[in-house]
């Protein structure tokens, strides 16, 4: 699989730049991002521990972009996110995503970390305010699980550097492959060690549909995302996911499955790999949502089970419902706001909490 992936992205590349390799102009920058800043109230259920009921929390980045286009019309462009306050990780990695994409009549190659391909174009369930898969509801309640889904899409990998590709839309149809040398890399310019634990030749597959049937819309995904561990068996993720729109109305939901036979040593037992606690698990979510004019609500409901094959290690679940509405105030600016209720349960007192939180505030897309 890899020597055919190799072999695939070599002949696009090739058959992109083969014609021509002179831009008509030079490569433009110009500048995006967000920031979003909210305030609210959260309680909080974890023994020993006491945390801000009331707080302020934001998010931040700034989002630098260039393109070209080639004399033979293939266009060529950058993506850097450099993280602006707020995150929970700009101490330690300020740029977040930074990658080169070519595109043209073949297609879309993508390299430089950026998410995979089964993340890159998976349907999930809507929500106007925090989110539900990958929601920042975790920052109010807090989790003390090391549970690991915390998506409904495969992202096992990451940000880490990768190479993807991805067909021109056919008929609504648009199919995508990524591989990923390293799950554990990311801005790394020397070469990458391979420890016996880390998680590397990560394959991800996806295919993403979208159709209209009058007033209908519809927008489905399918994906599957594989990776290896040296003296273990390989973690295989199934997602799935669909969404239906119809006179502002939006219902939608999506699956992940995930198979982490790396977690345990198929001969002694013992747990290790990236993380001795879980192995397999999924995830979903299913919501609705209504838009009127600049107005827009919606409720949804997420939950995540990671089942434990460690002795003496208990699952892991999380649950989640919220009700959530947004206002866009004028061009780029929204007011949002969640109600929501989130529950963790790792099978102890110290891996328990559970609470409800009210967050409000504006984001700003620019």
Partial sequence: ?????????ALVGLTALAASAQASDPVKLSLGGYSYWYVGYASNDVRGTNYQEVDVKGDNEVWFDGSTKLDNGISVAVHIELEAGGGADQRTDVIDESYVTVSG?????????????????????????????????GLWVVSPLTLEFYTTWADRDGDAEKIAYFTPEFHGL??????????????????????????????????????????????TSAGYYRHSVDGFDATEEFTVGAKFGYAGWTLGGSFRHSEEDDRVNVSTGIGTGQNAIAGDGIAYDVGISYTSGPMAVSLGYFASDAYAITTGASDQEMRLIQLSGAYELGTGVTAVASLFYNEYDGGTNATQNEGVGFVSGLRLNF
């Fill in 174 to 219: 648009t199919f995508g492959i990524s591989y990923t040398p390293n799950v554990a890399s990311e801005d790394s310019r020397g070469a990458t060690s391979v420890p016996s634990t880390s998680a590397h030749d990560a394959i991800a597959l996806a295919l993403g549909y979208t159709r209209e049937f009058g007033a209908v819309t519809m927008a």
């Fill in 105 to 137: 009549g073949f297609g879309k190659l993508v390299v430089g970390t950026e998410d995979n391909a089964a993340a890159l174009l998976h349907v999930s369930a809507p929500d106007v305010g925090l989110g539900l898969s990958d929601g920042d509801y």
């Fill in 1 to 9: 699989m890899k020597k055919l992936l190799g072999i695939t992205t």
